[in-house]
Nanobody, 120 residues
């Protein structure tokens, strides 16, 4: 059974850090494009970061977030530093076998999401 499971979300004060994990089962992550998306209340789901043979970041998170992949653990991580209240959202990881970065329709598998709340 193909599955993506996110973890690591929580409540953190502004300026704090979190590391999100996206663990895959039923397929091998290193053969896929993996991305993190987020959705805040009342807003559309937006791309945050993507990893192929390269890494990509939304302008709003460049210099603060880092995506990485551990093939041995079949897991992708999103290290989030210097968090801001506007980073508050549900964060989803997604996997695609096609050439894509931010096109949600081209992602085949999605996790259930993990809540990140940045507040004092």
């Amino acid at each position: 059974q193909v599955q993506l499971v996110e973890s690591g979300g929580g409540l953190v004060p502004p300026g704090g850090s979190l590391r999100l994990s996206c663990a895959a089962s039923g397929f091998t992550l290193d053969k896929y494009v993996i991305a993190w998306f987020r959705q805040a209340p009342g807003k559309e789901r937006e791309g945050v970061s993507c990893i192929t043979s390269r890494t990509y970041y939304a302008d709003s998170v460049k210099g603060r977030f880092t995506i990485s992949r551990d093939n041995a653990k079949n897991t992708v991580y999103l290290q989030m530093n210097s968090l801001k209240p506007e980073d508050t959202a549900v964060y989803y990881c997604a996997a695609s076998q096609r050439i894509t970065i931010w096109s949600r329709a081209r992602y085949d598998y999605w996790g259930q999401g993990t809540q990140v709340t940045v507040s004092s």
